[in-house]
């Protein structure tokens, strides 16, 4: 398959600008926007591998900043759900806006905290998000009003030996009505470093937008 096209962004928000990179296969069925955790950014290589595995399955990709960099010097700043979902809600707009990609199926690929304002954002926008994919993720973050709220099929990929976060897992899951799924990788941590388990998160990412980002 060829590579990507792919662009740097800069997107509006607020009074600032953040910036991303947005990367579409050629006849993309849709993209999907990646909230990083705390303390990373659009150049995480985890983030970076499962982006390029949702591009061999024809997924386009806007691995995002949702913070500019001095926001991201704070450290109170990196733990705010609420401004963290403002900024991906505005991002999903702007890609509402653009040629290329204003008639695609949108979802949302979160890590750590990051999942939590995906989970928010997807909340909010109803059936606008077809999917939604955590990795090693805090969805309990979300909240319960949110968590019952998000209407979209929603994966929940975590470690077997990420046991404090696969608990919070569990509990947010039990909270949640729309189609969902709590996948459980053998012998991953936090950070999925093991060898093998990140291919199969990665895998398991892209087989949930694969499907779910598909015209109805």
Excluded at 18 to 28: K, W
Aim: aromatic letters at 6%.
């Amino acid at each position: 398959m060829a590579s990507p096209h792919e662009q740097l962004v800069r997107i509006p928000v607020d009074q600032a600008h953040v910036e991303g990179l947005l990367a579409l296969p050629a006849a993309p069925i849709g993209v999907v926007l990646f909230a990083h955790g705390s303390g990373s950014s659009r150049h995480s290589p985890r983030n970076n591998y499962v982006a390029r595995v949702l591009h061999a399955r024809g997924v386009g990709t806007l691995l995002l900043d949702l913070l500019t960099p001095e926001e991201d010097r704070d450290y109170r700043t990196r733990f705010d759900i609420a401004l963290l979902t403002q900024r991906l809600r505005a991002a999903a707009r702007w890609l509402g806006r653009q040629q290329l990609t204003r008639s695609l199926p949108m979802g949302y690929f979160g890590a750590s905290t990051g999942a939590a304002a995906a989970l928010m954002a997807a909340a909010a926008q109803g059936r606008d998000i077809r999917a939604v994919v955590s990795r090693g993720g805090r969805p309990d973050l979300a909240g319960p009003e949110a968590l019952a709220r998000v209407a979209c099929p929603t994966l929940l990929v975590v470690g077997t030996r990420d046991d404090e976060v696969l608990e919070l897992n569990r509990q947010a899951a039990s909270l949640m009505r729309c189609p969902h799924r709590l996948s459980v990788v053998p012998g991953a941590t936090h950070l999925f470093e093991e060898p093998g388990t990140l291919e199969a998160a990665a895998r398991q990412a892209a087989d949930w937008f694969e499907k779910y980002l598909q015209p109805a």
